[in-house]
């Protein structure tokens, strides 16, 4: 297992400890991603992504505004390079950048 200050992993379910800063959803979107230590300069960055629906189903409107921890099944993941920082001022990796995408279910709201 591997361990993080924000995930745990056993085999392909994760615990998350969700900052509700790091949740991004859109309106009209059927997706709600987590993208964790974006403030962070490094070269790697993790995002997890969820059906919107069954993230509130399972976890409830009320504990988008507080932090939570839930348990997940990681249903895919990749990788995604990307040169560019969307912010022009930051510095450049070499090599650039990589988003590893996960796409979840969430299982159970854990606090």
């Not at 994760?14 to 997706?31: D, Q, R, W």
Request: with cysteine; hydrophobic share 30%.
């Amino acid at each position: 297992s591997t361990q993080s200050t924000w995930a745990t992993v056993i085999a392909n379910e994760i615990e998350l400890k969700i900052n509700p800063a790091h949740l991004k959803y859109e309106e009209g979107s059927t997706e709600i991603k987590y993208e964790p230590d974006r403030r962070v300069k490094r070269a790697h960055y993790d995002t997890y992504i969820f059906n919107y629906d069954q993230y509130l189903e399972v976890v409830g409107e009320e504990a988008l505004d507080r932090q939570h921890k839930i348990k997940v099944k990681v249903v895919s993941s990749g990788d995604e390079n990307a040169e560019e920082d969307p912010n022009p001022y930051a510095q450049k990796p070499v090599g650039g950048f990589t988003y590893n995408i996960k796409r979840c279910e969430v299982l159970e709201l854990l606090e």
